[in-house]
């Protein structure tokens, strides 16, 4: 983390989430994902997905937020020293990618569902990947498996344990849906409909 572009404050701020981290567990690194901010630096994803013990729903959720697609392309030759932002997360999105390839994530308890958008942007990765002679990584079919197992969501009890300086979202507390809303959610129904009808038969369960 020895990034000459942080402030020494983001530097803490990060080495510190790392170290509560460390005593928390699989299941808190993925609501810790779920809860990020992916305008800050990126350390403490790449610190989770890192991890012997991390699930690999918790790896493919960081890999499909962190928009794969613009990072499929090899990085041309440059100067000075690499990020800790866009670099990273080209970074990160090879290294799911190889790891969920090869079979490196043993802990699969955590439920993954991509929702018909991911799908869809599965189908503009392959796309991608096809039209590079050398790609950053391979779209294989695992990075869009459903994987069973139990929901875990941000809750109070996250929140409430979660020291509140590494708060990012906090996607909870939300307000009772009102009429706009329901009219949104149908709005974005149809969408998802229509959206699962361009998908190949194998991705639209």
Same mark, same amino acid.
């Given at each position: 983390?020895?990034?000459p ?8 701020r ?21 809860d ?7 350390y ?25 697609? #613009? ?13 800790? #932002?866009?670099?990273?997360n ?6 799911? !990618? ?6 490196? #994530? ?13 799908k869809?942007? #599965? ?15 391979? !779209? ?6 459903? @994987? ?31 009429? @706009? ?21 194998w991705?639209?369960?």
């Open positions: 983390m020895d990034d572009s942080l402030e020494e404050c983001e530097r803490e990060d080495a510190d989430n790392i170290a509560w981290l460390q005593r928390a567990g699989p299941d808190d690194w993925h609501r810790a994902a779920l990020f901010n992916w305008g800050n630096p990126l403490v994803i790449d610190w989770i997905v890192r991890q012997d013990d991390c699930d690999i729903a918790t790896a493919l959720t960081i890999f499909w937020l962190g928009e794969p697609t #613009y990072f499929i392309e090899e990085m041309q030759a440059r100067t000075g020293e690499p990020d800790g #932002y866009s670099d990273l080209r970074s990160i999105c090879a290294y799911v !990618a190889h790891r969920v390839a090869a079979g490196g #994530y043993k802990r699969s308890r955590i439920a993954f569902t991509p929702d018909v958008f991911t869809q942007e #599965y189908m503009e990765l392959v796309a991608a990947e096809k039209a590079l002679a050398c790609p950053n990584f391979r !779209a294989h079919r695992s990075l869009i498996c459903k @994987r069973r197992g139990r929901e875990v969501v941000n809750d109070r009890p996250f929140y409430d344990r979660y020291p509140e300086r590494f708060h990012c979202t906090v996607l909870i507390d939300l307000a009772p849906p009102d009429s @706009r809303t329901a009219a949104l959610m149908a709005s974005v129904r149809s969408i998802e409909e229509k959206t699962r009808k361009l998908l190949p038969a991705l639209r369960k």
